[in-house]
């Protein structure tokens, strides 16, 4: 199994959007370190997951996909946290799923 996979098969509960909040909010939070600061290779397999998955989803997992990226953000800024990998996924989401960038409703 190749790491895209891998992550590609974590990531697949987010496309539920009645997945309990907290539970996606764990993943997204485990995700960004991955996926916003990790090492090359891993950086690229979980980011592509990741977009990939958002990708696949119906419009309401992507806007509770998206509400849970805004909340764990806000949480981060609130407690005076490092956000700069969170914020370097969001930035990655959003150039590489074009989809989100029209999201009425999250805006």
Request: net charge negative.
């Amino acid at each position: 199994m190749s790491s895209v996979d891998y992550f590609r098969a974590s990531f697949r509960p987010l496309q539920d959007a009645a997945w309990p909040v907290s539970q996606r909010e764990a993943i997204l939070e485990g995700s960004a370190s991955c996926a916003g600061a990790g090492g090359e290779a891993l950086l690229q397999s979980a980011r592509v997951a990741l977009a990939e998955i958002i990708h696949d989803s119906d419009g309401e997992a992507r806007l509770a996909l998206m509400n849970s990226l805004a909340a764990l953000l806000k949480r981060l800024i609130v407690a005076g946290s490092d956000s700069q990998s969170l914020l370097e996924l969001l930035g990655f989401l959003l150039d590489a799923v074009p989809s989100l960038q029209s999201m009425q409703e999250f805006r």
